[in-house]
């Protein structure tokens, strides 16, 4: 499992594409060669960027899935609708199709951030605009979300 560190503000051009952090390309080096999922986010108005590897994972727990529970249907079509494959170009540039672009709200400003094992790309004032309103409830929720994990789970 890769582990990304690292929070990125980029610019886009005109036709969508969007050039890796230089600290970002250096940890993606392992994986750059086999390219990227490109995804809506299912709970923010952003994308998410998957190495390869990373998608394969998540694909192999989707496909665990019952697909004639028709929940576990409607899931899999929402999940995956969108979903795009990227390969770095020789700039090391990712091209963010025109439809993720317009779901995320993406023109110029770009802010590309590393949520443990995948990216999300963010239009920079609509990251900005999350980040304050999380602010206000993170200390409930760092609480609610780690304060029940014990001493031997090497948290604190």
């Given amino acids: 499992m890769i582990n990304l560190t690292g929070t990125y503000e980029c610019k886009a051009d005109a036709k969508g594409r969007v050039a890796l952090a230089a600290s970002l390309k250096k940890q993606l080096a392992p994986v750059m060669q086999a390219g990227f999922v490109l995804k809506r986010s299912v709970f923010q108005p952003c994308i998410e960027v998957y190495p390869m590897t990373e998608w394969q ?33 020789a700039a090391d540039r990712i091209l963010i199709p025109k ?8 023109e110029k400003d770009v802010v ?17 605009k999350a980040i304050d309103e999380a602010t206000l409830d993170f200390a409930t929720l760092a609480e609610e979300v780690m304060g ?3 001493e031997d789970d090497g948290l604190s």
């Fill in 57 to 89: 994972k998540m694909m192999e727990k989707v496909n665990r899935l019952n697909r004639f529970v028709k929940k576990h249907n409607d899931f899999i079509r929402r999940f995956t609708a969108g979903v795009k494959i990227v390969e770095s170009d």
């Fill in 148 to 150: 029940t994990q014990s």
């Fill in 99 to 106: 439809d993720l672009c317009l779901f995320a709200g993406i």
């Fill in 112 to 128: 590309m951030c590393s949520v443990v094992n995948i990216i999300e790309i963010w239009d920079k004032g609509r990251y900005e």
